[in-house]
């Protein structure tokens, strides 16, 4: 990602539904470098980056310190995604769609299964999961990737109350 971007630049994680090929990745990639070089906001260019990460996340930042985003330019974004979500047959909207790493692998799985996997113990506090919330750019870096007990997971896991209570 670029580092060139303002720490408070905007940050949208959409998370597909599964993990792309490398020969999807490289496609998907291209298709993100081609989106955010004609992002624009009430005709002027919202300065910003994207990428795939983890052959699983869509990341797109926009810098404002320039060009604010404007509701047609998060709009375009959002069909942007979607269109690669058809494309390609993924679901990048399924917020209860967990994703987690089991060494340096990213898994994920819906949250009824993260639920028996934080019961069984094979999720615990130290295992890292995906806070795909972030807002910005300096969220994204210190709070995208952070262990199941400092995240918002936590509160809703079998241990605390059970998921469905919450909904």
């Given at each position: 990602m670029n580092n060139q971007l303002s720490a408070t630049s905007k940050v949208w994680v959409y998370q597909?539904?599964?993990?792309?090929?490398?020969?999807?990745?490289?496609?998907?990639n291209e298709k993100?470098?081609?989106?955010?070089?004609?992002?624009?906001?009430?005709?002027?260019?919202?300065t910003?980056?994207?990428a795939l990460l983890y052959n699983r996340?869509?990341?797109?930042?926009a810098d404002e310190t320039e060009v604010g985003v404007s509701g047609c330019s998060v709009d375009s974004s959002v069909n942007f995604v979607r269109s690669l979500g058809s494309e390609f047959g993924v679901n990048f909207f399924d917020?209860?769609?967990?994703?987690?790493?089991?060494?340096?692998?990213?898994?994920?799985c819906p949250r009824a299964e993260f639920e028996q996997l934080v019961l069984s113990g094979e999720v615990h506090d130290e295992t890292t999961v995906f806070n795909n919330l972030v807002q910005t750019k300096a969220d994204f870096e210190a709070k995208w990737q952070i262990?199941?007990?400092?995240?918002?997971?936590?509160n809703l896991s079998a241990a605390n109350t059970s998921f469905?209570?919450?909904?």
């Open positions: 597909s539904s599964r993990k792309f090929t490398d020969a999807e990745t490289l496609l998907i993100i470098k081609g989106f955010v070089n004609q992002w624009t906001a009430h005709k002027l260019e919202v910003g980056d994207g996340f869509v990341v797109l930042m917020r209860w769609l967990i994703a987690y790493k089991k060494g340096e692998e990213v898994l994920s262990p199941y007990k400092q995240s918002w997971l936590k469905s209570s919450v909904l």
